[in-house]
């Protein structure tokens, strides 16, 4: 038997921490797209985000058949996880996050400001998320990750027993926020 959970969302969501705590309340075993990859070389080529760092370009036909490999349960966390085929896909759940939560968590991680901006800019305009529902359609659910991790564990669980938490619409604030971070010197 095969049960995949999809965990996605922009750098800082909260994607790591949910997909660990997660792991451990479920028993099923934890996969970061981004570990796996760069772990086991399963990338053609390197490249250079906005800050300098290295990005992997992924070798999707390894990436495609370890997971058509996969036994049991299993949480696929990731900025990009719509590689997975939807009729392998048990739930998908996409974290959000306040703009001001992003940016600060962000800012932890080292990310420069450019890089901070594009990820805000894909929050903001739901370009994931709009991937993610094309995608998975009903199997869809958010969480948003600024209430807490205890919080978002029990909301992330509610969505793994069927309940549909729907995505929320950015505020007006937030998107000031964004223009105020991004665009004043």
């Known amino acids: ?9 922009v750098p800082g969501s909260g994607k790591s921490t949910l997909a660990e705590e997660l792991s451990k309340a479920t028993g099923c075993k934890r996969i970061a797209v981004t570990d796996l990859v760069r772990e086991r070389g399963w990338y053609i080529e390197v490249e250079k985000d906005e800050c300098g ?7 999707m036909d390894k990436l495609e058949e370890f997971i058509n490999d996969l036994k049991g349960c299993y949480i696929i966390e990731g900025v990009v996880v719509d590689f997975v085929p939807r009729d392998k896909v048990k739930k998908v759940i996409y974290l959000q996050a306040n703009v001001n939560d992003l940016i600060r968590r962000m800012e932890e991680k080292g990310y420069c400001k450019e890089k901070i901006c594009s990820n805000l800019e894909a929050e903001l305009v739901g370009s994931y ?9 009903e199997l869809l659910s958010c969480v948003d990750t600024s209430s807490g991790l205890q919080r ?10 069927c309940e549909k938490i729907p995505c929320r619409e950015h505020s007006q604030e937030e998107w000031e926020e964004f223009f105020r971070y991004c665009w004043t010197q």
């Open 1 to 9: 038997m095969r049960e995949l959970i999809l965990l996605s969302g």
């Open 53 to 59: 760092n290295n990005v992997y370009v992924v070798d």
């Open 129 to 137: 998320l709009h991937i993610l529902k094309e995608e998975y359609g």
């Open 152 to 161: 978002s564990l029990e909301n992330a669980l509610r969505v793994l027993n």
